[in-house]
């Protein structure tokens, strides 16, 4: 019994898990990165574990789409191996005395892979059976597309390492191993030394009893103390050399499709491109220790350092800019002075002018008898990627319907953030289009499904395949040359989901405003460099930079917010794409990159949701400055919320912590900053109710929230499931927002 444990024990497969737990702790942890991701421990709310569970390839879920994902995983197998086979092969010398070692490597080393692989399998059957309700016939072939994938990839790796690698076969039939020039045999690849001798006859360190054959049966490890060490490492050496070989050739590979971003069958699912992600990382991260040995971690801090400080300067560093814009004329001023002289000028005055004029056409175009005080409505569309475009528009479509089409007819504002934007936005062209005389349907359900297309996948592989080693490929916009990175194809993704409708500049939307025909648009992407909002908007907005109060009490409260189009006049600000606005809008971190502006000190902006996720602070301070205008010609404001998240979170108990999870504790406030915006908005409406009255005032908020019978919460993403999208659109139906339905309806009058 004791040697039947013992044989288990000292059995090659559980040795190389040993020497994993041991020594690479690093690229073990990989894989548990990879388990969190697809269980849901780690970005559920963000829709991570989606990306392997629901892939979309050309906007389906089909046999093709795991296909791809199969086909990324057995790169990301293979990488682990090769990158494991450099780090450790030296470490077992009775491999160099086998036939195909790299091959007996492998079968060895698939235990942790082959468990990852079964969690993944288990996890993809029961979520779409459970969750998407697919049939078994769907759910075996998508599972036999994940597995053909990844064996296609294996195979390939197979035939060129059957043909390229050198065993103790091809040595033997020599008089004596080939030994390149001036090589010490005791060096092994790399620059490790290692004493292979010493390891010949060490049965302590790493003792191996049994390894598998290619069949997969146990065979006995036959001592190698009487083999010629030289030869030995001569095998090794010529694997090793072959394996990074490889490496090299997937990497220059992958490069070589960065210049295919703009074909969409290149466009392959966006976990597929996780896992060639970690594939380079692993490889990468092995190649360095396998150089630099005892130096790696010394070796990685000096690399990190090195590309820091080539890439602050122009021949390898391509921040992304507005595209539009004239970033040769001289850069804007952007200083707390220029910011403030603004304010206390004649500007703000012609700007709130100008805007009333726009209130009167307003006025003029809904009322229809003399004296008439029409109901102004300002909505307000959180941000929450896809999920939030969709609920947006669900909302606003049942809304405009049953009011018989006076909700976008009686509003005067739309602001908010990134998903929620895109969403009324896209709707506000087509109320547009109509008006233009288009044969539209405003409440055709197929605008919904246009918005809810993919726009992760193209982002995914744009980062592998492109912005990973430095965007190179360029395009021409405006007369002005950009380079192509993930935020060009978010950009171009986005526009043909919506029928190119959007692909304007900012000034297109200048006239059809000011005339009152359609929405003010407020987009407040958020200023990295001081916190400020950034205003985006055709018309002159600069009474929107500081509290009221604040034009009358010099230095009494601080310039919060930057009129976009007085700060850039002289750059092109009208010029700007209006898809670029919507992107910098909806700048989430990393997934899309933040905008750099020509202003001096530079100007970086990203997702607005960061200072204002529900668009209230605009709206709040809209209202403030034109009170005197909407007490004298409306019967009052109704503030329209559509929220992509529930109002009111559960208080989540702290529970017991360690002393080490208590030193967290204090920041764990910083991840409610939402929270915090909710709280700082209700206090603003608190003011506003007081402003006009609680007769003249009314919040009417349409929450999204999964039903009882449905505990998933769609995630904030650019990529949205059949299930999710479902979900979201039944929200519809909650007899709160059914409530808010009919009090809308009760105040605008109905519809058909």
Not at 120 to 133: D, G, K, N, S, V
Not at 195 to 215: H, M, S
Not at 548 to 566: K, L, Q, T, Y
């Amino acid at each position: 019994m004791r040697k039947w444990h013992r044989d288990i024990f000292y059995s090659f497969p559980l040795q190389l898990v040993v020497l994993h737990l041991r020594n690479h702790l690093f690229l073990l942890g990989i894989w548990l990165f990879l388990a969190a991701m697809i269980s849901g421990h780690l970005g559920q709310r963000l829709g991570l574990p989606y990306l392997f569970l629901d892939p979309e390839y050309l906007d389906k879920v089909n046999f093709y789409s795991f296909y791809f994902l199969g086909l990324a995983y057995g790169s990301f197998f293979m990488s682990w191996n090769l990158t494991t086979y450099l780090l450790t092969a030296h470490y077992f010398p009775f491999l160099a005395s086998l036939s195909r070692p790299f091959t007996k490597f492998c079968i060895n080393n698939a235990v942790i892979p082959l468990v990852f692989f079964l969690f993944y399998l288990i996890t993809m059957i029961r979520f779409q059976a459970h969750f998407e309700h697919l049939p078994a016939s769907v759910i075996l072939l998508n599972v036999l597309g994940l597995i053909c994938g990844a064996l296609t990839i294996i195979f390939l790796y197979s035939f060129y390492f059957h043909f390229t690698n050198k065993d103790i076969s091809h040595y033997h039939k020599k008089k004596r191993p080939v030994l390149p020039p001036n090589l010490d045999p005791a060096i092994a690849p790399g620059s490790r030394k290692v004493d292979l001798d010493y390891i010949k006859q060490d049965r302590n360190r790493w003792r191996v009893a049994t390894y598998l054959t290619e069949a997969c049966r146990p065979r006995i490890v036959r001592s190698v103390a009487h083999y010629d060490s030289k030869l030995l490492m001569n095998i090794f050496r010529q694997n090793h050399l072959n394996a990074l070989l490889m490496q090299l050739i997937t990497m220059i590979l992958l490069l070589s499709l960065g210049y295919l971003i703009d074909y969409k069958p290149f466009l392959i699912p966006a976990g597929a491109s996780v896992f060639i992600m970690l594939s380079v990382f692993v490889a990468v991260a092995g190649a360095i220790a396998y150089w630099f040995t005892g130096w790696r971690v010394t070796m990685m801090v000096v690399i990190l350092l090195a590309v820091n400080f080539f890439t602050r300067f122009d021949t390898f560093k391509h921040p992304n800019r507005a595209y539009g814009m004239d970033y040769e004329a001289d850069p804007a001023p952007y200083t707390y002075e220029s910011l403030q002289s603004i304010c206390f000028s004649d500007q703000v005055e012609k700007d709130k002018r100008a805007t009333v004029s726009i209130l009167e056409n307003w006025k003029r175009r809904v009322t229809t008898q003399p004296g008439e005080k029409p109901r102004m409505v300002i909505l307000c569309a959180s941000g929450g990627g896809l999920k939030a475009a969709v609920w947006t528009m669900k909302v606003a479509q049942t809304a405009d319907s049953l009011t018989g089409g006076k909700l976008l007819d009686h509003t005067v504002l739309i602001t908010g953030a990134s998903g929620g934007m895109i969403g009324m936005s896209y709707l506000r062209e087509l109320y547009r289009q109509k008006q233009l005389g288009e044969q539209i349907d405003l409440y055709d359900p197929a605008y919904i499904n246009h918005i809810s297309r993919d726009l992760l996948n193209s982002i995914a592989f744009t980062i592998v395949s492109n912005d990973f080693f430095l965007p190179w490929s360029t395009f021409e916009y405006n007369d002005e040359q950009y380079h192509k990175d993930r935020a060009y194809i978010y950009e171009k993704q986005l526009n043909e989901n919506t029928g190119n409708l959007l692909d304007k500049p900012l000034k297109a939307y200048r006239e059809p405003e000011a005339e009152g025909s359609i929405p003010m648009l407020f987009l407040t992407p958020s200023v990295v460099n001081d916190g400020r909002r950034l205003i985006i908007s055709p018309q002159g907005v600069s009474y929107m930079m500081i509290p009221p109060v604040g034009m009358i009490r010099h230095n009494s409260v601080e310039v919060d917010a930057v009129d976009f189009g007085w700060l850039f006049a002289g750059n092109g600000a009208q010029n700007l794409r209006f898809l670029t606005a919507l992107r910098m809008n909806s700048t989430y971190p990393y997934v899309l990159p933040n905008v750099h502006l020509p202003s001096r000190p530079e100007v970086e902006v990203m997702d607005a949701g960061f200072l204002d996720n529900y668009g209230i602070t605009s709206a709040t301070r809209f209202i403030q400055v034109f009170k005197d205008w909407i007490r004298e010609n409306t019967s009052g404001v109704v503030l329209m919320q559509i929220c992509s998240s529930e109002k009111i979170e559960k208080i989540n108990p702290s529970g017991k912590k360690g002393i080490i999870e208590s030193l967290f504790n204090p920041i764990g406030i910083a991840g409610k900053v939402l929270v915090l915006q909710e709280f700082e908005h209700d206090n603003s409406l608190g003011f506003i109710y007081d402003l006009l009255g609680t007769e003249n005032f009314e919040v009417l908020r349409f929450l999204y929230h999964p039903g009882e019978e449905n505990k998933i919460q769609a995630s904030v993403s650019f990529h949205i499931t059949k299930q999710e999208k479902e979900n979201v659109l039944d929200a519809i139906e909650m007899p709160d927002n059914q409530g808010n339905l009919e009090e809308l309806k009760r105040i605008l009058g109905g519809g058909y």
